[in-house]
């Protein structure tokens, strides 16, 4: 495999488009909601954004060509998903929140399955969301904990011709949907036997926005994405048909652990994302303004190191997070320990960088009249969403470095684990 990240033409095409929509229409996103005073206020002013959006086939160039998308991969995504984010973070994550919905499907599904779900999501018309329904009231970093852990306890049970899904979900971005009643669709981790070890009794059931039975309980007031929906919402007695099952019955952890391995490394784009913003502003910032002195700011080394030490961290992450996303296209041995870093690094880094960019900028960044603070409060959230990076992510590098087959080469050069690089 060459060591090259030079995009092709079709990426290059990518990139300059959703740039420009990102700048003619995900501006004016941004500025609708910003002042609302609700978060389903806030939510729903973005609606016609994302509208356009689907209008213009970005959804459809989210989602794999293998179910008839026109995304060639991660990669593609997310040079995709660094456009929109940079511009706006609230918008770009409906949309990508709304593939993260539709991974399990994707991964897992049978063609009868994407034959019959993912059409509203390939057209170019409407509003369709999908929401990944997994974290629970009280946490799911422990969701495959055995007894006496309690691990998911959303459940479904088999009745007849159907399942029947009872339980509460949280934190699960727009499943509530516009109104909500509900996305277009939710795939919901659901505990489908519970006389077993988790490893064997949890599943993914694909859950079509139900006529009844989705209670809209509770949407948080977020410290960022303040324009992105987040609920607590209760699943009572949802009836599907038990065609619904994505994958082997049991089989759930797996499903889910192979679709958020994707999502891993697109947080760290994330995280490029926003320091790609702040960089941008506060170098623009130090190039005009003088603060009472003789010349601008960035003439002082002080100001002109931070600046550099920023955008180092900005072109690693960015490195590492397509890494991780080309090595999980070709199914690389070291792909989801290079997604797990990805996801780590960048997103950490988001926070650091920053809040040592506002230290350039001085006491305006702190208002909003300037994108800084905005942009932390963004960030503050992406070591602790898609998986945690304490609860989950640590503790997943923690497992591989602990198996006594692990090859700390496999990341380099696409060794098998257990066997020397050379």
Same mark, same amino acid.
């Given at each position: 495999m060459p060591i090259d990240f030079t995009p092709n033409d079709q990426q290059r095409r990518l990139r300059r488009d959703a740039r420009q929509f990102a700048q003619d229409v995900l501006t004016g996103g941004a500025a609708a909601a910003r002042d609302l005073p609700t978060a389903t206020g806030r939510f729903a002013a973005t609606r016609p954004f994302f509208e356009r959006l689907v209008a213009e086939g970005f959804l459809r160039k989210s989602i794999s060509v293998s179910v008839g998308g026109d995304c060639e991969g991660l990669i593609d995504l997310a040079i995709l998903a660094e456009e929109f984010y940079t511009v706006d973070a609230n918008v770009a994550l409906t949309l990508l929140s709304t593939v993260l919905g539709l991974a399990p499907l994707v991964v897992g599904g049978t063609p009868e399955q994407h034959r019959r779900f993912l059409p509203p999501f390939l057209a170019t018309s409407g509003v369709p969301l999908a929401a990944f329904a997994s974290t629970e009231p009280g946490g799911s970093a422990n969701v495959g904990s055995p007894p006496p852990g309690e691990g998911v306890r959303t459940t479904a049970q088999r009745a007849g011709d159907a399942w029947v899904i009872s339980g509460r979900k949280q934190w699960i971005s727009a499943a509530t949907g516009w109104d909500g009643r509900g996305a277009d669709l939710l795939t919901v981790v659901c505990r489908t036997d519970p006389d077993v070890e988790p490893a064997r009794g949890i599943s993914i059931i694909?859950? #079509?926005r139900p006529d009844s039975g989705l209670v809209f309980e509770h949407a948080f007031d977020m410290l960022g994405h303040r324009s992105h929906l987040t609920a607590r919402f209760k699943l009572d007695a949802v009836r599907v048909p038990v065609g619904n099952l994505l994958g082997r019955e049991g089989h759930g952890l797996q499903l889910a652990a192979e679709s958020f391995a994707g999502s891993a490394a697109l947080v760290g784009i994330f995280g490029v994302a926003l320091m790609r913003a702040a960089f941008q502003f506060a170098l623009s910032f130090a190039r005009r303004e $003088? $603060?009472?002195g003789i010349q601008p700011i960035i003439q002082h080394q002080a100001v002109g190191y931070a600046l550099a030490d920023a955008k180092t961290t900005i072109e690693a992450a960015r490195v590492l997070s397509w890494h991780a996303c080309r090595a999980l296209d070709t &199914? &690389? #041995?070291? &792909?989801?320990?290079?997604?797990l870093h990805a996801k780590v690094f960048g997103s950490e880094a988001a926070v650091r960088v920053i809040a040592d960019l506002m230290r350039?900028?001085?006491?305006?960044s702190y208002g909003h009249e300037l994108p800084l603070a905005r942009l932390l409060q963004d960030a503050v959230v992406l070591p602790l969403f898609?998986?945690?990076?304490i609860g989950v992510r640590r503790r997943q590098l923690h497992g591989l470095m602990l198996d006594s087959a692990y090859d700390d080469l496999a990341t380099l050069d696409g060794g098998h684990h257990g066997q020397a690089a050379t």
């Open positions: 694909v859950v #079509p $003088r $603060r009472g &199914a &690389a #041995p070291g &792909a989801v320990e290079l997604a350039v900028v001085g006491i305006d898609v998986g945690g990076n």
